[in-house]
């Protein structure tokens, strides 16, 4: 566990330097440089390219992870397990071509009526090819347990290129349709790095796979498991980004570009767990395979501790702090109306880290239909509420949304996996961690305003980050942070 965590936290380092640069575009360059509303545009064509990117691979991803294993071999093709994994997702994003291509004005609709959107959707669909490949990549490095390259890719250079494009923008050197060329082209350069890394570790050749391999039942049990992936990936996609499409749908793009910035904002307290689970997902299906519960009740313990305090860490920093930013952001008070988005998000981002390894554990165990069923539920209730609550509440109601069904969602799970596994992932040492939070809540709370943004945002982290690093160091609230801790210090005395 300390090997992935240490895994986990490395990645983690790379996605929140990707954050870092995501930061000063987000809340420095894109709103200086573009209107609401185009940023709306910008945020909704790159959601529109994942839903298709993850309708289009057909299951494959979620799928890379539990076969690997199986098709893993002495020779470096591994039985041509690349190949296969590529080929599946380039015909389901032909078949998408072709219905789109039939049913444009309606997909587009879908989405939002605004003639803006109509005009540059050709963009997102080309953007779907080039995150399909790099999905496929990013799941075969997991893999062999070399995620730094599309984490690089994915977090920095991308990031990097959206930047260098808003320059030429803004300096009207481009038009915004040339914006989106280059931006699309800078996906075309992130592909060939990736497969250029990918190419050194892996063996492109296609060679004689072994026919014992394709048998009848596991072909079987194969399109069984890829169209359940299939299905739970698209749901839980999509009830992650359907506040930024109903949004867009239900009112304008200036309200998604509202919107936007605050789920930016609230994103950050998600990071650790996200890379900690990509790096892990492959131990808790190998786990779950060889019937290891006594691991998997460890792991899912010890992650959930851990989040409660790095996430609640996160949450904290950004809530505290949040006026602040608003008031450091060009245009900050026209971004500021979203404040509350920060808050709900943000909570919600805050259970969902904390709860995340329910997810991993239900869709590679024999339950997996189970983990379906559930997001069927939160993707119902989610558009139900959101149906009501964004008409009355706007872009607060859909935030509220997303914390109240998502907060539903886990609680169910939990219980379902006690009933299944007999584990729960909360401990009495979860206790003294939830005091230590709200300890350093009063704590942060009492510290008054110095009316310098800036200067309120060093003091405030700073306070924060001594009291946590206290926590960790002298109360020992996690021996795994507490390891990461000795770790970097003796890395640092060297």
Same mark, same amino acid.
Request: hydrophobic fraction near 55%.
């Given at each position: ?37 185009? @940023? ?67 997909? @587009? ?72 060329? @280059? ?233 379902? @996996? ?77």
């Amino acid at each position: 566990m300390g090997i992935i965590i240490r895994q986990g936290f490395y990645n983690s380092l790379i996605t929140y330097i990707g954050a870092l640069i995501g930061a000063v575009s987000t809340i420095f360059i894109l709103p200086y440089c573009f209107s609401p509303e185009t @940023i709306g545009l910008l945020r909704l064509l790159t959601e529109v390219s994942f839903i298709f990117a993850y309708i289009s691979i057909l299951g494959i991803a979620g799928s890379i992870n539990k076969y690997y294993p199986i098709f893993k071999n002495k020779d470096s093709n591994d039985n041509n397990f690349f190949w296969w994994s590529l080929l599946i997702p380039l015909v389901g994003y032909v078949l998408l071509l072709f219905f789109v291509s039939l049913n444009k004005d309606w997909v @587009i609709s879908i989405f939002s009526d605004h003639a803006l959107f109509s005009e540059y959707f050709i963009f997102g669909v080309i953007l779907t090819f080039f995150n399909i490949i790099l999905i496929v990549f990013e799941a075969h490095f997991v893999t062999r347990y070399k995620i730094e390259t599309p984490k690089f890719l994915k977090e920095i250079f991308l990031r990097l290129a959206l930047i260098f494009v808003t320059f030429l923008f803004f300096k009207e050197f481009i038009t915004l349709y040339q914006f989106f060329v @280059i931006y699309v082209l800078a996906h075309l350069i992130a592909v060939l790095i990736a497969g250029y890394s990918f190419g050194k570790i892996q063996s492109y050749a296609i060679k004689k796979a072994s026919p014992d391999i394709f048998s009848k039942g596991f072909v079987r049990e194969a399109m069984k498991f890829m169209t359940f992936i299939f299905l739970s990936n698209l749901c839980y996609y999509t009830i992650n980004r359907i506040d930024i499409f109903m949004i867009s749908s239900l009112t304008n793009l200036s309200n998604t570009g509202l919107y936007s910035i605050g789920l930016f904002l609230a994103i950050i307290i998600e990071i650790p767990s996200r890379s900690l689970l990509q790096v892990l997902s492959i131990n808790i299906s190998e786990d779950i395979k060889n019937n290891n519960i006594a691991k998997l009740k460890d792991t899912y313990k010890r992650v959930t501790h851990n989040q409660i305090l790095i996430a609640g860490f996160l949450f904290f920093l950004l809530w505290f702090n949040i006026d602040a930013i608003f008031d450091i952001m060009p245009n900050g008070d026209l971004y500021a109306s979203s404040k509350y988005v920060v808050l709900f998000i943000g909570l919600s981002k805050l259970v969902d880290a904390i709860t995340g390894v329910n997810f991993y554990i239900l869709n590679y165990s024999k339950y997996y239909i189970m983990s379906l069923i559930f997001l069927l539920f939160l993707a119902a209730s989610a558009i139900s509420m959101n149906l009501f609550l964004i008409p009355k509440y706007g872009l607060v109601g859909a935030a509220l949304t997303s914390f109240v069904s998502l907060s539903l969602y886990n609680i169910l799970v939990i219980i379902y @996996i006690k009933s299944k596994f007999k584990m729960l992932p909360f401990t009495k040492a979860n206790l003294k961690a939830l005091i230590f939070l709200i300890v350093i809540f009063c704590v942060l709370v009492l510290i008054p305003s110095t009316d310098i943004p800036v200067l309120d945002v060093v003091l405030r982290s700073t306070i924060l980050f001594l009291l946590f690093l206290l926590g960790i160091i002298k109360l020992r609230l996690s021996e795994d942070l507490f390891s990461i801790y000795l770790n970097l210090q003796s890395r640092f005395r060297k």
